[in-house]
């Protein structure tokens, strides 16, 4: 798709923010329903459950979160708890000595700053321990219904796959996207893409002939009479 590419590294800002929610629609169309992968029953253990994702599969953090939240439910029986039976207990899911250290360190700090409650603005969900700026979109977006976009590994090599970031930093991914998408659908969009990216668009082996968005990705591996001959949305 020489053709399509060419005119896509061409567009303004309105093209490509035209192109962008054209890929919003039909992603919406292909995942309708969104929801937090991760098990929780309230902002705390979603706070706990991504920071234990970072670098680790969703449902390896569910396997291990019951036995967690069971015994230690709050901020303050985290902070409480010895770093060794919080190391034991998340052990499965790697980097379990640096995830035991954050825990308890965050639990500690929401205690002492914020009365064991999760703070509900970016800049002082960044100022916990083991909370980067992906985490604290996650808890901003869905607990606190904050316009955010989650940048993962998946949302970052979709992005530019797509021809829609240019950039590698997953900070200025995320400027790059909330100027081509009204804030209500950033959360949607960013989270469909993670969907897509590990369904079908994936790292080594894209699936571009089951791909929705196939006519309007610059990398894709369909031509673009194929592409054409598709309905993109079946």
Not at 9 to 15: A, D, K, Q, S, V
Not at 48 to 60: E, G, K, M, P
Not at 70 to 77: G, I, M, S
Not at 78 to 107: D, N, Q, T
């Amino acid at each position: 798709m020489l053709a399509a590419w060419a005119v896509m590294r061409r567009e303004n800002l309105n093209e490509k923010g035209r192109r962008t929610r054209a890929i919003a629609s039909r992603l919406a169309h292909a995942y309708p329903d969104i929801r937090v992968p991760l098990r929780h029953r309230n902002i705390f253990e979603l706070l706990v459950a991504t920071i234990l994702s970072a670098q680790c599969t969703d449902n390896r953090v569910n396997a291990v979160t019951p036995e967690l939240f069971q015994r230690f439910p709050t901020a303050a029986k985290i902070a409480a708890a010895p770093v060794e039976e919080l190391e034991r207990i998340i052990r499965p899911l790697g980097l379990f000595r640096a995830k035991g250290r954050s825990l308890k360190h965050c639990a500690k700090q929401l205690m002492e700053r914020h009365g064991g409650k999760v703070p509900s603005t970016m800049d002082e969900l960044t100022r916990l321990p083991g909370v980067g700026r992906k985490t604290a979109n996650v808890i901003l977006g869905y607990a606190f219904g904050v316009p955010a976009i989650v940048v993962d590994t998946h949302c970052r090599r979709l992005s530019r796959r797509l021809g829609i970031a240019k950039n590698e930093d997953p900070n200025k991914i995320e400027n790059e996207l909330r100027r081509l998408l009204p804030a209500e659908e950033w959360l949607g969009f960013s989270h469909r893409l993670i969907i897509h990216g590990r369904r079908i668009c994936q790292a080594q082996k894209p699936k571009c002939e089951e791909c929705v968005v196939n006519d309007l990705c610059p990398s894709s591996r369909v031509s673009s009479t194929e592409a054409a001959t598709q309905d993109p949305r079946s």
